[in-house]
Nanobody, 124 residues
Framework: VQLQASGGGLVQAGGSLRLSCTASGLTFSRYTIGWFRQAPGKEREFVACTRYSGHTYYADSVKGRFTMSRDNSKNTVYLQMNNLKPEDTAVYYC???????????????????WGQGTQVTVSS
């Protein structure tokens, strides 16, 4: 199983970016795919996830600004990030797991497969 994250970059506060995560080696439609981020000196934190059912969940800090979607035909999920803030600066990782219960979707330890990360930098 491989996950490949892309789409990071440098953007000014208030701007937008769209991250992509493409998976291979798995039955994509059966997997929960999550986005996490880690800022320097901080722990990795949950951002959003989409379950195999299509339901999507967000951290409170990004609700209303970030939108996650999935295209099972392309084995890809997207994270549209709008109204970006300097505090969104981090390395963003996508992660996948097939057997993850709802109460664990925000727990990075519950995901078996991880992409390499893509840097998002938001300048003030």
């Amino acid at each position: 199983v491989q996950l490949q994250a892309s789409g990071g970059g440098l953007v000014q506060a208030g701007g937008s970016l769209r991250l992509s995560c493409t998976a291979s080696g798995l039955t994509f439609s059966r997997y929960t795919i999550g986005w996490f981020r880690q800022a320097p000196g901080k722990e990795r934190e949950f951002v959003a996830c989409t379950r195999y059912s299509g339901h999507t969940y967000y951290a409170d800090s990004v609700k209303g600004r970030f939108t996650m979607s999935r295209d099972n035909s392309k084995n890809t999920v997207y994270l549209q990030m709008n109204n970006l803030k300097p505090e969104d600066t981090a390395v963003y990782y996508c992660a996948g797991d097939r057997q993850i219960i709802l109460s664990s979707i925000g727990n990075s330890d519950a995901y078996d497969y991880w992409g390499q990360g893509t840097q998002v930098t938001v300048s003030s």
